[in-house]
């Protein structure tokens, strides 16, 4: 069982886990080196989850319904943490692959005419999930199995990831669900020689999968000339399935090198070209707006700040320069503050480092879950980033209550991240997916919280309360100052929801195509794209935020901190509003467990998204106003 061997890798995961040297141990990366087979030397396959588009909730395959044949020696395949929560269970299979050994007479799964019986109930449960398109997964030396599908526009080929399990045409006047029992394997290989012997590497795995009838198979003539039609159908009582495979091995030109290339074909590339474009757009265009508006009346106000103090002493101050004895004054709410703050820099410091990481190739697509592995330890490792922001920010707003700043900033957000995670594998649970992450792997997470980012957190935390305060540029007075009536668009909320509407903007074509990819079980490999779209968002994020708090020191009001965060946060409700368009227009989900899910995770991430984007406008805007107001000469 794989429980127990997840929680020996827990431990290792947690003693190797900020050791950047174990690092490499703690997620391997199978596929980074190549593996040459001798011929008929025996190649294994794999099995994974089955997985739906309809539903988000993945099957084990070995689920006792599926009546799924077992191989005689059952091994789990060891898996990385990101794998885990992604929900991918890996087992060995039955099926018998030796290299370049074609196999073409209708290889019985399981051996000699092994017939496995499928009671009523289990026979509707294999029906449900062949209506609701379940797909096979499987691997051949770390590469996974595929359709060969071709495009609509340019006929050209490529390999979708995944397999269907049965067939079900509802347009037919009388639909009934077919199982596929039978699978022609093609593997590719490449030949290359080494110093003796020809050596051989596995470079695709294209499924094609038939619904034969039983007799066909039994006659041994289940090869690819089998008409079209479907020939098992899943009858509504007992039903006996003999599952055979025929093996077929293609010699190939492309090389271990390039075996992805295939699988990472995307749709239109284009579409990520535009999506690019789409945001220097936004970027050229805000900038043009920093530009002229702030540096333009920026030069002018403190030309004219800085010169009227001296020609006599009636200077008529106006604008911002009026609340440079408020500008600095401690926020409301300072502790929530700071402690997002803190959780912010955390985010961006991980995903930062993570991209790079992607971008350098560090993460195989071959490796299953290394980014959610990486992601997640970059997390735990950085909550001393959140704990030394949040001290620093806490500190120079003038917090008292450190003990309880510290705390929170280590169990607040996370805690909230956790509380929604947990509540979701509920569901998991109830609707029997092997997506569910067993108990032994919460431990592990719960662990890594409280063993390594805690005391994470709390080392950051001390360096910087012990740093000193930040130094204001300019001195707060005493008694606050009015803020005379503001204009309707400057309302707190309105502002806003008017500001977060540009980052938002400048990503969403990008998040259409992460989105795809993790809904739609595509494989996303254009992290060249991603961090260059990052680096936009923190562009506009900046600007933004820096854009609306001077319109609102302008108008004399110096509640900057808030609403800064607000501003640039905002694109993350943005975010989440354009989830909910995608799930009615886009994905077809039909059950109540699977919508759960789906909004669960959405709100996770818009809520990391905003508290991400919020601290950038943040930070951009304190850096402007601690530039602007230490320019100007005060008396
Ligand atoms: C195995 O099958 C493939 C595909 O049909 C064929 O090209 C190849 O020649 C076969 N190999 C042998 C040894 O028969």
């Keep these: 069982m794989w429980p127990p061997r997840f929680s020996s890798f827990g431990v290792r995961a947690l003693t190797a886990v900020?050791?950047?040297?174990?690092?490499?141990?703690?997620?391997?990366?199978?596929?980074?080196?190549?593996?040459?087979y001798t011929e008929d030397a025996q190649v294994d396959l794999n099995v994974n989850v089955l997985t739906s588009d309809e539903t988000l909730l993945p099957f084990d395959y070995y689920y006792e319904k599926f009546h799924h044949v077992r191989p005689k020696?059952?091994?789990?395949?060891?898996?990385?943490?990101?794998?885990?929560?992604?929900?991918?269970?890996?087992?060995?299979?039955?099926?018998?692959?030796?290299?370049?050994?074609?196999?073409?007479?209708?290889?019985?799964?399981?051996?000699?005419?092994?017939?496995?019986?499928?009671?009523?109930?289990?026979?509707?449960?294999?029906?449900?999930?062949?209506?609701?398109?379940?797909?096979?997964?499987?691997?051949?030396?770390?590469?996974?199995?595929?359709?060969?599908?071709?495009?609509?526009?340019?006929?050209?080929?490529?390999?979708?990831?995944?397999?269907?399990m049965g067939q079900y045409d509802a347009k037919k006047a009388n639909p009934q669900p077919y199982l596929n029992n039978h699978y022609d394997i093609h593997i590719k290989y490449h030949e290359t020689i080494n110093s003796k012997q020809k050596l051989y590497r596995v470079v695709g795995v294209v499924i094609w999968p038939y619904s034969i009838p039983a007799e066909a198979q039994k006659a041994k003539s289940c090869g690819p000339d089998t008409?079209?039609?479907?020939?098992?159908?899943?009858?509504?009582?007992?039903?006996?399935?003999?599952?055979?495979?025929n093996v077929y091995w293609d010699k190939s030109d492309v090389s271990w090198g390039t075996r992805w290339d295939h699988y990472l074909y995307t749709q239109d590339p284009q579409i990520h070209w535009f999506s690019i474009i789409n945001s220097i757009v936004i970027v050229l265009m805000l900038s043009g707006m920093i530009g002229m508006i702030l540096l333009r009346a920026l030069h002018k106000d403190l030309a004219r700040y800085n010169t009227f103090g001296d020609e006599d002493g009636s200077q008529e101050d106006f604008g911002w320069k009026l609340v440079h004895a408020d500008v600095f004054r401690p926020p409301t709410h300072r502790m929530l503050l700071s402690v997002l703050l803190g959780n912010g820099a955390q985010?961006?410091?991980?995903?930062?480092?993570?991209?790079?990481?992607?971008?350098?190739?560090?993460?195989?697509?071959?490796?299953?879950?290394?980014?959610?592995?990486?992601?997640?330890?970059?997390?735990?490792?950085?909550a001393s980033v959140a704990g030394y922001t949040s001290a620093r920010i806490y500190k120079m707003l003038q917090g008292e209550f450190w003990r309880r700043n510290v705390l929170t900033t280590a169990t607040l957000i996370p805690g909230v991240i956790f509380a929604i995670f947990a509540f979701l594998n509920f569901f998991l649970i109830g609707a029997h997916s092997s997506a569910a992450v067993p108990f032994s792997t919460m431990l592990a997470l719960v662990a890594l919280w409280f063993l390594v980012s805690l005391p994470a957190c709390m080392f950051g935390a001390y360096f910087g309360f012990k740093a000193p305060a930040v130094a204001n540029p300019v001195k707060t007075n005493q008694i606050p100052r009015q803020i005379p009536p503001q204009p309707m668009y400057l309302n707190k909320w309105i502002a806003s929801l008017i500001g977060g509407i540009l980052p938002f903007g400048a990503i969403f074509i990008e998040l259409w195509l992460i989105m795809n990819s993790i809904w739609g079980g595509r494989v996303y490999y254009v992290f060249g794209f991603l961090s260059l779209v990052f680096t936009i968002l923190v562009i506009t994020c900046s600007e933004v935020a820096v854009l609306m708090s001077y319109f609102h020191l302008c108008s004399e009001d110096y509640y900057w901190a808030w609403r800064s965060f607000l501003t640039a946060g905002a694109s993350g409700f943005y975010v989440f509003l354009y989830s909910i368009i995608y799930y009615t227009r886009t994905l077809a989900l039909d059950n109540f467990a699977s919508t759960v899910l789906y909004f669960g995770w959405s709100l996770v991430m818009s809520i990391l998204f905003s508290i991400l984007t919020g601290t950038v406008g943040f930070f951009a805007t304190l850096v402007f106003v601690r530039k602007i107001f230490s320019s100007i000469k005060v008396d």
């Design 18 to 36: 900020c050791a950047f040297a174990s690092l490499a141990n703690a997620f391997y990366l199978p596929g980074v080196a190549p593996r040459d």
């Design 347 to 382: 985010l961006f410091c991980m995903t930062a480092i993570t991209l790079v990481f992607a971008v350098l190739g560090f993460l195989s697509p071959s490796s299953r879950g290394s980014l959610t592995t990486v992601a997640l330890i970059f997390y735990v490792c950085f």
């Design 73 to 164: 020696h059952e091994e789990n395949k060891r898996e990385s943490l990101g794998s885990i929560l992604f929900g991918d269970r890996l087992h060995n299979s039955a099926f018998e692959l030796r290299m370049l050994k074609n196999v073409t007479d209708c290889k019985v799964l399981g051996g000699d005419n092994f017939v496995t019986t499928v009671n009523e109930e289990d026979s509707k449960f294999i029906a449900e999930r062949i209506k609701e398109q379940y797909q096979q997964n499987w691997f051949v030396d770390g590469l996974p199995a595929a359709q060969l599908m071709e495009t609509y526009q340019t006929e050209e080929k490529f390999y979708s990831i995944g397999f269907a």
């Design 227 to 245: 008409p079209g039609e479907p020939g098992f159908p899943i009858t509504a009582g007992v039903n006996n399935i003999m599952y055979t495979y």
